[in-house]
């Protein structure tokens, strides 16, 4: 497989409720993506001393962070906004890949927002997403 550019990897927000279109949530430099599966043991005396995990059982969720440069862009404002008012959106996660990529859609609460500034350097922020309810996951060509 060949190497991916980091570039690729996007946080979009869906730029109005319910208008579909997803826009880049601007200035973002740092980003990452955790999928999260629950796991449910059910090991009993007849494992033979080994565990036995219940495939399927437990509660997934994805995890979506970034930091940047704040550029109060659309996107940004849209993010600062829910972040604010502890309002829930659509979001879409892209994940590259070397033949399909992953398009991850769905809604997402904003579990924090931080801002900082140096009087020298320019204004940093980073959001850390938490999805709410089920994702839709679909395969995009590369």
């Known amino acids: ?43 009993n005396s007849d494992s033979n001393g080994f565990r036995k995990l219940l495939e399927g059982a437990g509660v997934n969720s994805i995890e979506a962070s970034g930091s940047g440069t704040f550029t109060d862009d659309q996107g940004a404002d849209i993010v600062r906004s829910a972040a604010e008012d502890n309002e829930h959106l659509n979001f879409q996660i892209i994940c590259p890949g070397d033949t399909y990529s992953r398009v991850y859609t769905g809604r997402f609460g904003l579990a924090d927002f931080e801002m900082s500034g140096e009087h020298n350097t320019d204004n940093k922020f980073t959001v850390t997403l938490q999805s709410d309810g089920e994702i839709v996951k679909t395969r995009v060509n590369a």
């Open 1 to 43: 497989m060949a190497s991916q550019k980091g570039r690729l990897l996007l946080i979009k927000v869906e730029s109005a409720p319910g208008s579909g279109n997803f826009i880049n949530v601007g200035g973002l430099q740092s980003k990452s993506v955790k999928i999260n599966n629950e796991m449910v043991d059910v090991t």
